[in-house]
T-cell receptor
Framework: GENVEQHPSTLSVQEGDSAVIKCTYS??????FPWYKQELGKGPQLIID?????GEKKDQRIAVTLNKTAKHFSLHITETQPEDSAVYFC???????????FGKGNQVVVIP | DTGVSQNPRHKITKRGQNVTFRCDPI?????LYWYRQTLGQGPEFLTY????????KSRLLSDRFSAERPKGSFSTLEIQRTEQGDSAMYLC?????????FGQGTRLTVV
């Protein structure tokens, strides 16, 4: 099955700086890559996703890039704010497959 | 609130007891999923429904676990003869296509 890995496990950034989280996946058939933000005691919240026919997607301060050849994708958060502090999960699936394979998560800490 | 709703939010049970969780998906979503999340890990897929049909089950879903979605709307997840290893957050998600939206989860503690 699909195996998704995330790096680094913990990331601390100064408020206003950028944060980048990288994920790799193993199954070349995967073609849908969502990112979720999870705050303490809450369920994961979908923040952005990308399909394999697109190399980059932006939504305000967040962007996701995908390199299909290298089988990795990254989440970029610009102008970080304290409310960006959370655990971020990447995931992968085959479009329409319905089974998401998640990474272990990255703790992002934004220092005011 | 039109998001995915899960009840209860917390459940403490003694080992060996049965527990049942409920999930109400976003109303127009025909797909419903159950995931399990343990501390420091990402969610792990348990099972998937399209309408009332259970189409996929993970190997994680032992025979003590059963899930139903009787009318293609809400779903229940039952764990029989709970074990301490069942302690986790149980997450429900729903979707129309690939974009899955999660509920707040039910945190189960088996003592």
């Amino acid at each position: 099955g699909e195996n998704v890995e995330q790096h680094p496990s913990t990331l601390s950034v100064q408020e206003g700086d950028s944060a980048v989280i990288k994920c790799t996946y193993s199954d070349s058939a995967s073609n849908y890559f969502p990112w979720y933000k999870q705050e303490l005691g809450k369920g994961p919240q979908l923040i952005i996703d990308i399909r394999s026919n697109v190399g980059e997607k932006k939504d305000q301060r967040i962007a996701v890039t995908l390199n299909k050849t290298a089988k990795h994708f990254s989440l970029h958060i610009t102008e970080t704010q304290p409310e960006d502090s959370a655990v971020y999960f990447c995931a992968a699936s085959t479009y329409g497959n319905n089974r998401l394979a998640f990474g272990k998560g990255n703790q992002v800490v934004v220092i005011p | 609130d039109t998001g995915v709703s899960q009840n209860p939010r917390h459940k403490i049970t003694k080992r060996g007891q049965n527990v049942t969780f409920r999930c109400d998906p976003i109303s127009e979503h025909n797909r419903l999923y159950w995931y399990r999340q343990t501390l420091g890990q990402g969610p792990e897929f348990l099972t998937y429904f399209q309408n009332e049909a259970q189409l996929e089950k993970s190997r994680l879903l032992s025979d003590r676990f059963s899930a139903e979605r009787p009318k293609g709307s809400f779903s229940t997840l039952e764990i029989q003869r709970t074990e301490q290893g069942d302690s986790a957050m149980y997450l429900c998600a729903s979707s129309l296509d690939s974009e899955a939206f999660f509920g707040q989860g039910t945190r189960l503690t088996v003592v």
